[in-house]
């Protein structure tokens, strides 16, 4: 099964940006879908941004143009530029992969959005 790992996350003043990463135990174009969710304490965890193997990108409404979600295949990482961060955007978030009917998951990294 497939090892995630994110970084990347912090405390950011609303407005401000951060680039999550989630480097991967083996090749991304063994992957065909990954994506970013998130989770705040009391909620389900939310689909944030997708990018399947083919590239083609999907968003939350909520964050569609602010967040952007990339893969680079030689380092086997994928990323999540967020930028205009708004308190609301406060939560732990999540890589997941998916190979088949095989899913994993990161162990979260927080971000935190406060002046």
């Known amino acids: 099964q497939v090892q995630l790992v994110e970084s990347g996350g912090g405390l950011v003043q609303p407005g401000g940006s951060l680039r999550l990463s989630c480097a991967a135990s083996e090749s991304i174009l063994s992957i065909p879908f990954m994506a970013w969710y998130r989770q705040v304490p009391g909620k389900q965890r939310e689909l944030v941004a997708s990018?399947?193997?083919?590239?083609?990108?999907n968003y939350a409404g909520s964050v569609k143009g602010r967040f952007s979600i990339s893969r680079d295949n030689a380092k086997n990482t994928v990323f999540l530029q967020m930028n205009s961060l708004h308190s609301e955007d406060t939560a732990i978030y999540y890589c997941y992969g998916r190979k088949g009917i095989l899913g994993s998951w990161g162990q979260g990294t927080q971000v935190t959005v406060s002046s």
């Open positions: 990018i399947p193997i083919s590239g083609a990108t």
